[in-house]
């Protein structure tokens, strides 16, 4: 079992992608594990024949366990075999990490080789190069690979993070799926996919453990609608370069909650929810979020939000937040009741910007009504660790640093 | 008109230029009467005169040494090595005082030496060298290494008219083995990079007769089963380096190998490999790889000789493992 991050200690097999006696690449794909955060396929350590399966579908097991042997070719040729007694060689198959992220790479270092040019044109073209398909040796992906995937695949439009209006036109009505068998009463029941299933046991031990309350906060955003166009960004980076300052004051919502012990935290870890559209939602995080600008936050956000949908988020990608944002108002929703994604004790909600009639007084006190864009702050946050008072507090604060942003 | 061989461009440079300019002349060992030891000379006591194409003593410190005082006083000399191993005797005169006399002393040394250099015919280790790094290494020195008759009419033609002193490298493989239809009137070929053929996957950086087996090696890729399009940079000149040429080369195939008659160590291409580590190193998608003779003196055996230097098939399966990188 692969060691796939920090604090993961086990995975579960959830499918093998080759059988005993198949012939295996390096780098192929052995088989897909599943840990309480993602899911993630295991490159073989070894070209060779699998020889034996040694922990079956739906096994969970501890990282480093042995889960299956694979013959290496010729392994009896091979010098570097340490003698004994068994021959043909066996290579262990305790496999690297999701991603190649420690994959072997046929020289000892770690991760797949990106030559200079290659990684160049990753950042200029903000290309995830896991998406890739190289043709170099070892699988390299080269400038040819990369010229190549430029030219199949215009970069997908980004999905917005954000929408000046809730109205949207209607989706097209999706394809009929082949009919699956019903019930006596005409409906459907399938198994609940696992990402549904693992969100479903966090959002009801969060129910369970916490003591939930919101407050809401409304914010004219007209400095950040400015200010983002200014910088080519969604309003999110905007907001949350808001919030990791805010939280400087505000230390008691940038917590954890252990029972009866609070952990707070000068850095902040921002987890960013997002959707993954039918097959649920994850919550990707930015480690040291408070060292980085609106524009890297930005980047940041983009990367996770595109390797997310992507399926290639590795485990700590998704652990240690200290604080989430979630952002749903990209599909029209004015007010929600966030779930705080336990243990921490605050969730904020950024809901749609709307244009809306409101008043406003200039500095003689003289009242007017004008159109601005406003959004609803809604703070989920655990009664256990804080009061009312200071959830409200917070939300004035990081309202009066929006309004004033420019 | 019949195509003319490298050898017979040189002397036709020559003959150019002695005609054009009365300050232009030639001197060496057998170059007068005999008309050099490989007949590139053949002819031109007959038109100029033996003031015009001077015989001198096997003294190639004295060759040098007077070609720069003549240089000095206002005329054109050419100078021949009977082989190019043999400037060694002249290694002084021509890097200690002609290189460095424009520095010392302001004064112009407009001298050319022709050096017949490189092997692949038995010459042994006293015939066959190319020394091309020792001057490269001297500060005030040009060193032009043509690799076609055109190149070497015209390259010798600016060599001639440089106020420099120039090292000019003549390879004895190409003298009759390459030949080619040369315009009536001579121009000067400019001491830049030529791109000898373009290709986009690869860059193969070579001058001399390297750039024949370079070219050879290309077309065997290009007819390969996955058809690589091989960039071949004829360096030309490689003092002064054009190194814009290089960079855009490497700039466009993102791999480069670069290939060495001369001994590896120090050799033009390790200039080449440093440039291109230094100012296109975001630009490769590959190590920058160096074909060259290794650090040995040249063979006498042919077969021995053969495995020393670099051919077209050792250049074609480095290519080929660039390409697969």
Redesign the interface.
Known sequence: MPHMGTSVVEGTIIGWSKQVGDHVDLDETLCEVTTDKVDTECPSPAAGVLAEILVDVGETVDVGTVVARIEVEGGVATPATPAGPVAPARAEAAAPASNGAAAANGNGAAGPRV??????MAAVHDLDLAQIPGT??GG?V???DVLAFLDRAPEPEERPLHSESPYRPDDAPPAPAPSPPRDDLGGVPQPLSRIRQAIGRAMLASQLTTATCHTVVECDMSRVENRRRDLGLTALPLVSAAVVETLRGFGQLNATLDGTTITTYERVHLGIAVSLGDDGLIVPVIHDAQDLSPQGLGTRIKDLARRARAGQLVPDDVQGATFTITNPGAFGATIATPIINAPQVAILDLEAIIRRPVVITDDDNNESIAIRPMVNLVLGWDHRAIDGVYAAQFLTALRRRLEAAG | MAPTTYLQAIGAGLREEMRRDERVFVMGEDVGAFGGAFKVTDGLVDEFGPARVRDTPIAEAAIVGTAVGAAIAGLRPVCEMQFADFVACGFDQLVNVAGKMHYRLGLAVPLVVRLPVGGGFSGGPFHSQNPEAWFMHAPGLKVVAPSTPADARGLLLSAIRDPNPVVFLEHKHLYRRVKEELPEVASPTPMTARIARAGDDLTIVAYGAMVHAALEAAEALGADGDGASVEVLDLRSLVPLDEEAILASVRKTSKVLVVDEANATCAAGAQVAALVADRAFEDLDGPVRRIATPDIPIPFSPPLEQAALPSASTIAEAARELLDY
């Open positions: 030559s200079p040019v290659v990684a160049r170099g040796r390299r080269t400038k040819k």
